[in-house]
């Protein structure tokens, strides 16, 4: 399979625990995107890299989330003490080096948050 | 004002019929348009992306972009109930390689 694999694909875990989830984007792109959905709206925009270099971060973004991709292929998202409010679908994708804005991305099948 | 914006649906069409999903935006300088079909539970799937102005065409797919009213749109022909899911526009823009997404369109097409 030489699409975006993201796991787990299912999280459970207790209000207060760190959580890590792992993207293996497609091997020749160099953009990794990290998005999360709730039920109802769209993909919400949390961090993006390039090769290695994060470049932008949400400002929704709290503290308590933090992505690495330390040699510019596979990322991991992390999420410490987690809150019930974090529930939701944490998506990875991926697109390939070109013109500013102008390459699609394709989506990993996600990760399904829940904290209880 | 959201920056990317679409109708919430649902949108109901009968099968065969044309499907037409709207998206307008607010940043005169974004410069890519995507369409991408996400079905319930699973991930975003693209279907088309179009950046200059007037039509573009994929099988069954139309993508629109009109630019100077800054908006997108997609038609779908001789829709199938297997079409029926979630399409949401993703926006990029100048300066910065991040999608922005609407909210998405509910599209039923009843057989």
């Known amino acids: 399979d030489t699409g975006v694999s993201q796991n787990p694909r299912h999280k459970i875990t207790k209000r207060g625990q760190n959580v890590t989830f792992r993207c293996d984007p497609i091997s020749e792109h160099n953009r990794l995107y990290w998005y999360r959905q709730t039920l109802g709206q769209g993909p919400e925009f949390l961090t993006y890299?390039?090769?290695?270099?994060?470049?932008?971060k949400s400002r929704l973004l709290s503290d308590r989330f933090s992505a690495e991709r330390p040699k510019g292929s596979f990322s991991t998202l992390e999420i410490q003490r987690t809150e019930q409010g974090d529930s939701a679908m944490y998506l990875c994708?991926?697109?390939?080096?070109?013109?500013?804005?102008?390459?699609?991305?394709?989506f990993g099948q996600g990760t399904r948050l829940t904290v209880v | 004002q959201k920056e990317v914006e679409q109708n919430s649906g649902p949108l109901s069409v009968p099968e065969g019929a044309i499907a037409s999903l709207n998206c307008t935006y607010s940043?005169?300088?974004?410069?890519?348009f995507f369409w991408y079909r996400q079905y319930s539970g699973k991930s975003p799937e693209l279907i088309m992306f179009i950046y200059s102005n007037g039509d573009k065409e994929d099988g069954r797919f139309t993508a629109q972009l009109n630019k100077a009213s800054q908006y997108v749109s997609l038609l779908i022909r001789d829709s199938q109930p297997s079409d029926s899911a979630t399409y949401l526009c993703?926006?990029?823009?100048?300066?910065?390689?991040?999608?922005?997404f609407g909210t998405g369109t509910r599209l039923k097409v009843l057989a």
């Open positions: 993703a926006v990029t823009t100048s300066g910065t390689y991040k999608y922005i």
């Open positions: 994708a991926s697109s390939p080096r070109g013109l500013v804005g102008n390459t699609e991305a394709f």
């Open positions: 940043d005169r300088g974004s410069q890519s």
């Open positions: 890299f390039q090769n290695e270099a994060q470049l932008e």
